[in-house]
């Protein structure tokens, strides 16, 4: 599967930003999706999932309330809608599809100022 993700800038400390990411290869609407995120100095970690069909989505501790990921089956698009955006959240975000998460695209950059 080939994974394209965009979206990302700088913002400042309580704005908004929406990644997408597009998906294309292997069936999309058939599995499980994931956000990931490094920021710098730092080892990937897990922002949040979804099931294929949306029925099941969980999300770090350190984004809940902020962030909501949502996908659409017929453009072969995820999201991730990201609020309340705090400096802690600078990084590159990455999407990933389940359930190995061994395929990576090139990630989008997103700066958060204080």
């Known amino acids: 599967v080939q994974l394209q993700a965009s979206g990302g800038g700088l913002v400042q400390a309580g704005g908004s930003l929406r990644l997408s990411c597009v998906a294309s290869?292997?069936?999309?609407?058939?599995?499980?999706m994931g956000w990931f995120r490094r920021a710098p100095g730092k080892e990937r970690d897990f922002v949040g999932s979804i099931a294929w069909d949306g029925s099941v989505i969980s999300y770090a501790d350190s984004v809940k309330g902020r962030f909501t990921i949502f996908r659409d089956n017929v453009k072969n698009t995820l999201y991730l809608q990201m609020n309340n955006l705090k400096p802690e959240d600078t990084a590159v975000y990455y999407c990933?599809?389940?359930?190995?998460?061994?395929?990576w695209g090139q990630g989008t950059l997103v700066t958060v100022s204080s």
């Open positions: 990933s599809q389940g359930p190995r998460y061994d395929s």
């Open positions: 290869g292997r069936s999309f609407s058939n599995y499980e």
